[in-house]
T-cell receptor, first 118, second 114 residues
Framework: GAVVSQHPSRVICKSGTSVKIECRSLDFQATTMFWYRQFPKQSLMLMATSNEGSKATYEQGVEKDKFLINHASLTLSTLTVTSAHPEDSSFYIC??????????????FGPGTRLTVL | GENVEQHPSTLSVQEGDSAVIKCTYSDSASNYFPWYKQELGKGPQLIIDIRSNVGEKKDQRIAVTLNKTAKHFSLHITETQPEDSAVYFCAASIGTGTASKLTFGTGTRLQVTL
């Protein structure tokens, strides 16, 4: 149980185009999902918290108009990188804590999406 | 906000030896401490976690200890195997519920040599 999927696993796009990344919780519901970015040989940096049915909350320094987040259902959150540029090239990872009686939030991570902007 | 420091950044051990990774956190309100293993090109995988009301937890070859007074926690891997080679991240979070954010350490690259 507690499986999170991401699609696509890797994408290459031209500078100036937009790219959408999907994050799905396959066997549980998640009212909250988190989006991270990871540069090579670095740690995970939280970009934003996706909230089902309401606006996402962004971490300081993350442009909300550039990284559009939509949490349309209890099993799907999407991250759209708008007008992508080479500096947006990175490994994007989502995570989701299952909704349930647990009083602590275990987070389960997706396999990541490798974005390369040419 | 919370700050998590992790040491060492790289660790090389021989197969069968033990490996220890240490983390410290800054916010005494943190109450959940997971450890993740990340293989190259993959997402992090939760391998063990500990909550603030527990001092130690063990799962087969993996154990985690927590010292709330000193605000540090450690991952112990015994009888290491080549498949344990990966990057390990500690993390900490405050509060309860699904909206609690994780703050990650900087990672430890573990290499298990034959």
């Amino acid at each position: 149980g507690a499986v999170v999927s991401q699609h696509p696993s890797r994408v290459i796009c031209k500078s100036g185009t937009s790219v959408k990344i999907e994050c799905r919780s396959l066997d549980f519901q998640a009212t909250t999902m988190f989006w991270y970015r990871q540069f090579p040989k670095q740690s995970l940096m939280l970009m934003a918290t996706s909230n089902e049915g309401s606006k996402a909350t962004y971490e300081q320094g993350v442009e909300k108009d550039k990284f559009l987040i939509n949490h349309a259902s209890l099993t799907l959150s999407t991250l759209t990188v708008t007008s992508a540029h080479p500096e947006d090239s990175s490994f994007y990872i989502c995570s989701a804590p299952p909704v349930g009686p647990s009083s602590y939030n275990e987070q389960f991570f997706g396999p990541g999406t490798r974005l390369t902007v040419l | 906000g919370e700050n998590v420091e992790q040491h060492p950044s790289t660790l090389s051990v021989q197969e069968g030896d033990s490996a220890v990774i240490k983390c410290t956190y800054s916010d005494s309100a943190s109450n959940y401490f997971p450890w993740y293993k990340q293989e190259l090109g993959k997402g992090p995988q939760l391998i063990i976690d500990i909550r603030s009301n527990v001092g130690e937890k063990k799962d087969q070859r993996i154990a985690v200890t927590l010292n709330k007074t000193a605000k540090h926690f450690s991952l112990h891997i015994t009888e290491t195997q080549p498949e344990d080679s990966a990057v390990y991240f500690c993390a900490a979070s405050i509060g309860t519920g699904t909206a609690s954010k994780l703050t990650f350490g900087t990672g430890t690259r573990l290499q298990v040599t034959l």
